[in-house]
């Protein structure tokens, strides 16, 4: 209650200077700068929050920055510049000598693709300037934004060790291709570090000219995706990775100024819940998978993101409704019971099913309506590890 009162507060005061707030796309920036105020007034679950990513940011301190040219092995193109990756899938085929071409086990991960790093040193990215801008935008310590800065610098802007603004050899297939359009899905982690860079506004330790220079890089980026084949391909996917496509395209375009591309993708988002929610909540092409409670899950992460990004550009997805019934809140409906383990999954799950995950888009989506029945349902789903989804979030 405190702290809903304080957000109040904060919202009214920055009405009359909205400089204030943070520039960022997936998250609430009036949301953020109330819990600024929060953890500035003392109020003790945004302090003990706080605290805690605090001690992982200090963690990050000591951290090298990593670069896509870390990896042992060369894209075809011979630039370790560009980012290079193995279809995690796919598996030699037992009846060739040679195991080629590769073929698909769905959700069966071969442990070769990690011989290739660049994937995960991305993820790693992203999660160390999570922690490292967020410590910075609570205590305004500059330490934590020269480590960011530096980390940033590496992988975006330094001649020797940048990443090439393409995805041209992801997820790879032996014997068949050099890379495919489904390799866009591993670059999610670019939307969410744009917020990270967002928080970092006013700090001396992360120039102008280096956001500007990274701001750069992602217009490039933006362009290859909607321009090369492998980009048009992932943006046809009907499944997950075009949600994930759109929700990067869109986040992209928000952070480099392009608004109308923007607003232009989020409004034809409305046809993609069209064709993969049906009128009673199912996603078929998710529960086609056999991981099909995870995958109908990480869907709809997707579409929670692509809703707070409609947010940011005035489209409301949160309430869209097609003419037979189909919506984000009707997905999320149908696969609560499964998620929550009290009704039978009738679908594949060979891997075990995480249900934390699905604490995240119950909440946002109780969030976003007012509506007590998700956000009890939320209540339920928390755990003490939830403290970051609660402090970027609720």
């Known amino acids: ?131 490292l801008s967020l410590a910075y935008y609570f205590t305004h310590d500059e330490k934590y934004a020269v480590k960011t800065n530096d980390l940033l610098k590496v992988w975006f802007i330094d001649a020797d060790t940048r990443m090439n603004p393409n995805l041209n050899y992801a997820q790879a297939v032996r014997g068949v291709n050099d890379g495919r359009g489904i390799g866009i899905i591993e670059t999610r982690a670019l939307a969410n570090l744009a917020d990270w860079m967002g928080l970092l506004a006013g700090s001396k330790s992360f120039p102008a000219q280096n956001l500007a220079a990274i701001k750069d890089w992602y217009k490039q980026y933006l362009n290859w995706m909607t321009t090369s084949k492998n ?66 899950t990480m869907n709809l992460d997707g579409w929670v993101n692509m809703a707070m990004l409609g947010d940011r550009a005035g489209v409301d997805l949160w309430n869209y409704t097609s003419t037979d019934g189909r919506s984000i809140k009707k997905a999320i409906d149908w696969l609560m019971p499964y998620a929550l383990g009290t009704q039978p999954f009738k679908y594949q799950q060979i891997n075990p099913y995480n249900k934390d995950e699905f604490y995240r888009p119950v909440l946002l989506m109780g969030l976003a309506t007012k509506d007590q029945s998700y956000l009890k349902t939320a209540a339920i789903l928390r755990k003490n590890e939830s403290y970051l989804t609660d402090l970027l979030y609720n």
């Open 231 to 296: 980009g048009k391909d992932e943006h046809n996917a009907k499944n997950n990775h075009g949600t994930h496509y759109d929700v990067q395209e869109i986040t992209f375009a928000l952070f480099t100024g392009n608004n109308e591309l923007a607003k232009q993708v989020l409004n034809a988002a409305k046809k993609r819940i069209d064709l993969q929610i049906e009128p009673n909540g199912e996603q078929k092409l998710e529960l086609e998978r056999t991981n099909a409670l995870g995958y109908s």
């Open 1 to 131: 209650m405190k702290f809903k009162l304080i957000m109040l507060l904060t919202a009214i005061a920055l009405q009359k200077s909205y400089a204030q707030l943070p520039e960022v796309f997936l998250l609430n920036p009036t949301h953020m700068a109330a819990k600024k105020a929060a953890y500035k007034n003392n109020d003790a679950q945004v302090k003990a929050q706080v605290d805690r990513v605090v001690k992982i940011a200090d963690e990050h301190l000591a951290d090298k920055p990593a670069s896509v040219m870390e990896k042992s092995l060369t894209p075809p193109n011979g630039s370790k510049h560009d980012y290079m990756s193995m279809a995690p899938y796919f598996w030699p085929d037992p009846s060739k000598a040679d195991g080629l071409p590769y073929i698909r086990k769905d959700g069966q991960r071969n442990p070769e693709i990690k011989k290739i790093i660049d994937h995960a040193l991305l993820s790693d990215l992203e999660t160390r300037c999570k922690y």
